[in-house]
């Protein structure tokens, strides 16, 4: 199975290659270091012995931030080496780490290619970010006796049906024969990689990561100089992670909202770069006073709608607003981090779709943090209804913030298993 897959990946190759090019012209980043996704780079010799993580793309970079600063702590001497897939979450990597780590991209999972790249970095331990099964890549770690865990590792009921067709189970099953520890997010998540053949011994449940993300400091205060700047009493909510589909929504939902509030505003964040300009044409041509944060840098007091164009910016954002709107929920994409807005005492309001969040999310609902729209039709009443209620707000975001603290210390826990696993 693993050598029809092979043929496979050859055969889709040029299609993915195509796919990048057109992605380029929305996106000019995807037409940079397209060696790299053959396993050509320019390895620094001081790699040998390379502790790296590899993390897909912005969420998972986010994700791996309190790992990769403990691995920094902890082995000070040894090389990191960071990985990913997307141009956003190298981005995220340089504006995080710098020059503190190697940034390569993942090759495709080509036997040629991940040899090449294996060659190059010669890690001592791969950590693999959530969800990534790459049966070459995994077979090549064994191969160099190179111990592989998959840390947060998270697996949605989506996902499972995905990995779970009857000709592919045994060579997935096999490629999880080839990792040494799956640390999971919870005990669905495990459960879950049981049943698509991970190793149950190899398996335990280590909490998620996001809740140990560093909550800047200077992001309450930048918060408290954008609500001093709009006015302390002005009604301000951000709808965040957008994706296509959902700002007309979002944008609808603010002239509701704007009938009965006439001086709200509304921060509108999208997920991906490409979507900065469109988002704002839209904005725009709807009529709305707009500005935008890469043009004006603050909302000025006549505009009814901020853009954010500009990656990495959202916490002093979730601090100043009111009321957060996490993206990715009202369109089946599986919703994006809830735990950003929580951190900061911010309440949230996701849409239907939140199977990549799934416990974090049902958790903050169940404590009385977040509150779920069933539809677009559903988010203006909502987030007028809340933006209304400062004493409902208040005690959701100290809710929100409550679930947030009560679940940190998953850095410390998997810390303890990578100390052990390189001991071995």
């Known amino acids: 199975m693993r050598y029809l897959y092979t043929l496979a990946m050859y055969l889709v190759t040029p299609l993915i290659v195509l796919r990048l090019a057109l992605r380029g012209f929305r996106s000019r980043p995807y037409y940079w270091r397209w060696a790299e996704r053959f396993g050509f780079f320019k390895a620094p010799p001081e790699l040998r012995g390379s502790l790296w993580v590899h993390a897909v793309s912005v969420g998972e970079v986010n994700a791996a931030e309190p790992l990769i600063k403990a691995l920094q702590r902890d082995y000070p001497d040894a090389p990191l080496v960071v990985t990913t897939v997307t141009p956003t979450g190298t981005a995220r990597v340089q504006q995080l780490f710098g020059d503190g780590v190697f940034h390569v991209y993942l090759p495709y999972d080509l036997p040629y290619a991940v040899n090449r790249f294996l060659r190059g970095v010669r890690p001592r331990l791969a950590l693999i970010v959530e969800t990534e099964i790459w049966p070459n890549l995994y077979f090549a770690c064994r191969r160099r006796g190179v111990p592989l865990m998959i840390v947060n590792a998270r697996l949605s009921e989506r996902s499972l049906r995905g990995y779970r067709p009857r000709p592919l189970r045994g060579m997935v099953r096999a490629a999880l024969g080839c990792v040494d520890r799956v640390v999971a997010q919870s005990r669905a998540d495990a ?18 990561l996001k809740y140990d993300m560093p909550v800047p400091l200077e992001a309450q205060a930048t918060g408290a100089r954008l609500r001093e700047h709009w006015g302390a009493r002005r009604p301000v909510w951000i709808a965040a992670s957008t994706h296509e589909g959902e700002e007309q929504s979002v944008l609808e939902a603010h002239l509701a909202v704007l009938k009965r509030l006439p001086d709200a505003l509304l921060l509108i964040a999208p997920r991906h770069p490409e979507r900065f300009r469109p988002v704002e044409h839209a904005v725009r041509s709807l009529g709305f006073a707009a500005g935008s944060y890469g043009a004006d840098g603050m909302p000025a007091p006549s505009n009814q709608v901020f853009v954010i164009d500009a990656m990495g910016q959202l916490m002093p954002f979730y601090a100043a607003a009111g009321l957060a709107f996490v993206g990715g929920s009202l369109v089946p994409i599986g919703g994006h981090n809830v735990l950003e807005p929580a951190a900061l005492g911010t309440p949230v309001l996701v849409g239907p779709h939140t199977f990549n ?19 677009s039709s559903a988010l203006g009443e909502a987030v007028l209804r809340l933006l209304r209620d400062d004493a409902q707000r208040r005690a959701m975001g100290h809710a929100a913030q409550q679930v947030f603290e009560r679940e940190r210390g998953a850095v410390g826990r998997l810390m303890r298993l990578i100390g052990a696993q390189l001991r071995e």
């Open 191 to 208: 459960a879950r990689y049981r049943l698509i053949g991970a190793p149950a011994e190899r398996i335990v449940v280590g909490g998620n």
């Open 357 to 375: 969040f799934e416990e974090i999310t049902a958790s903050l609902i169940e404590d009385g943090g977040a509150l779920r729209v069933p539809d």
